[in-house]
């Protein structure tokens, strides 16, 4: 075997082994937009399966006939090949095919486009606004203001008006929808639908600063009558804790660290920078879902935010242990 034939067997080698490793993906994919879980983005992948056939019918005859003539016709000794320059069939037949693939792939396209631009009847309208690192959702009609994570009825439309209160984001929650662009002083729109009840993960997918990679969120997909608990329970005020307790102390900590300047708690604070606590534990994440919600992952937070999540805009108030534990017990009363 020559060796140049030694080398282009290894590196074929090579390439097949690369892409068996790519094809045998974890099972656990949370974020596979190629496992549709809701109307919109089934709607896309139907896009996504036609299209892709296309492009490798093409791929393969490009990449073949480009192989075919770089071997057959590779520099020889001898007469100059013959042109082609000036055929009329060949020059009309290599723009008319490129031109008819692209329309195939067009009116498809178009029709998706303008499919997932209508606005759905009889849906849940939610505003979500960007922040440096963590997502907020106003439902306008209900009266609700949340952080993190989406509560949506299983069969029902979310229509979602998106805005960014700093820099560029890109909300994205694959298995329901694709991406939208959140620009700051510009409302975009998107919609999600599940299917089925779940928890549909999803982030931000614009480069937006130090903890981009941090700014996460999650579409939690309920039953009706679990949606309407939920909304139930988010338009209630916060409980005051019982006096001469430790979450009591807690709240008075809560108002004396300045928590309040930054933290909504309805019926205590009306704060707008930071993500609206008022039933934080009715959520399983904080901190723009980057951490499961419990006292563990919260003392962590509360002792220096910042260094635990960088660039964080909530600052570390060098809180010790014991005011942490006390912050906690407040904090978990709010449900």
């Not at 937070?301 to 060098?318: A, F, R």
């Amino acid at each position: 075997m020559s060796g140049r034939r030694h080398r282009l067997l290894k590196c074929s080698g090579v390439v097949l082994l690369l892409l068996f490793l790519v094809a045998c993906g974890s099972k656990k994919t949370p974020q596979n937009s190629l496992s549709p879980a809701g109307e919109y983005a089934r709607t896309i992948d139907n896009l996504i399966d036609p299209v892709f056939i296309v492009a490798a019918v093409v791929f393969v005859l490009v990449e073949g006939l480009a192989l075919l003539f770089v071997i057959r016709y590779r520099q020889r000794p001898g007469p100059e090949p013959v042109q082609v320059h000036g055929n009329t069939r060949l020059e009309v037949g290599w723009t008319l095919v490129p031109f008819l693939i692209l329309v195939t792939i067009a009116v498809p396209t178009i029709i998706t486009i303008f499919k997932l631009a209508d606005e759905p009847p009889n849906a849940v309208n939610v505003t979500v606004i960007g922040h440096q690192w963590w997502w907020e959702y106003r439902y306008d009609d209900l009266g609700i203001v949340s952080a993190n994570e989406l509560h949506l009825p299983v069969g029902r439309p979310v229509q979602l008006k998106l805005q960014s209160v700093d820099v560029i984001h890109s909300y994205w929650v694959p298995r329901l929808n694709g991406k939208t662009d959140v620009v700051p002083g510009r409302t975009n729109h998107s919609k999600l639908k599940a299917e089925r009840p779940g928890t549909y993960i999803g982030q931000c997918t614009e480069f937006c600063g130090l903890s981009h990679a941090n700014m996460r969120n999650r579409a939690v997909a309920q039953t009706p009558a679990d949606f309407d608990a939920w909304v139930k329970g988010q338009q209630q005020a916060a409980v005051a804790p019982a006096a001469n307790t430790d979450a009591a102390t807690g709240m008075t900590l809560f108002t004396s660290k300045g928590c309040t300047g930054c933290h909504t708690v309805q019926g205590l604070s009306k704060g707008a920078v930071g993500p609206n606590l008022t039933h934080l534990y009715s959520r399983s994440t904080f901190a723009g879902s980057m951490f499961d919600l419990n006292a563990t992952e919260l003392r962590k937070w509360l002792h220096d935010p910042p260094g635990v999540k960088p660039g964080s805009k909530m600052p570390n108030l060098n809180l010790s242990a014991d005011e942490i534990q006390k912050l906690i017990a407040y904090l978990e009363t709010l449900k």
